[in-house]
């Protein structure tokens, strides 16, 4: 405040009221205002996004990691099949 030309902080105007401003620039920035409100959005949306995705994904291969790994755990089909030979041994 001490120096020509600057100001202690950003005044928000509202367009509406602003006597200065003609029909032209009041559209502008009502334009730039959604333009601004729809990229803040866009971010939000983005990082939940990629949050679900990461979800989906760990769950996804956790999933298929415990498959193979119970899989892999079964071990009943080789002592039938060892039992299967044993008897074709003996016969």
Known sequence: PGEPGQAAFAR???PARE???SPEQRRLMAQL?????HR???RRLRSRNVLLALGIGAVT???Y???FYSVSQERF???L???AEAARARA
């Not at 205002?33 to 409100?37: L, W």
Request: glycine share 12%; aromatic share 8%.
């Open 12 to 14: 928000r105007i509202d």
């Open 81 to 83: 099949e060892q039992e």
């Open 65 to 67: 990691g415990y498959t």
């Open 33 to 37: 205002e959604h333009a601004q409100r």
């Open 19 to 21: 006597p200065g401003l």
């Open 61 to 63: 291969f956790g999933i």
């Open 40 to 42: 803040a959005l866009q």
């Open 77 to 79: 089909l080789d002592e």
